[in-house]
């Protein structure tokens, strides 16, 4: 059957209509629907996955982490140079304590759009050492278990303003 792309749009105005506003669980729906009908849609598997941790975290929507990570994954494979989709997964696992996975999307979307490298590495950082401080609390009032966190982060940093350790240390 071939693909109806009037079809596809009008489902896509559909759901981004319910996302913007605001029924991220109705919008949730329709985009599953949407990768269901046209399922070699990479943006309808972004806004699947996007939709999908709004609806699960604000809204109660039973949607699992699993399930969301399996709709960014697809989304890059289909889009594989959409920085965007990386970041947002990136993110994503951040929220959910998954920072190996965090850091590697990041580095990837930075690899995929380099003019936007230092956005991507300083939201990591930040990101990062926030959930870590937050994830952890009291433990990270210790210097020494917060070291490698602040570490992590401020590489990352370095790296967002192009500077070495050297560089930073004589700057500051």
């Known amino acids: 059957m071939p693909i109806n792309m009037a079809d596809k749009e009008k489902q896509l105005g559909d759901a981004m209509r319910s996302m913007e506003e605001g029924d991220f669980k109705k919008a949730y729906s329709k985009f599953k629907k949407l990768t269901e009908d046209f399922p070699d849609s ?7 996955a996007d939709t999908g941790l709004l609806a699960s975290g604000m809204f109660g929507a039973k949607v699992s982490d699993d399930e969301i990570t399996s709709s960014f994954r697809k989304a890059m494979e289909l889009d594989p140079e959409n920085s965007e989709y990386y970041a947002s997964y990136g993110a994503f696992c951040i929220t959910i304590g998954k920072y190996d996975e965090a850091e590697g999307a990041y580095n990837e979307a ?10 991507f590495y300083s939201e990591f950082a930040i990101s990062y050492y926030a959930n870590a401080l937050a994830r952890y609390g009291e433990i990270m009032d210790d210097p020494k278990a917060r070291a490698p966190y602040a570490k992590k982060a401020l590489q990352y940093m370095l790296k967002a303003l192009d500077l070495d350790q050297a560089e930073a240390k004589g700057l500051l």
């Open 110 to 119: 930075a690899e995929v759009d380099e003019t936007e490298s230092s956005r």
């Open 42 to 48: 990479a943006e309808a598997w972004f806004f699947r």
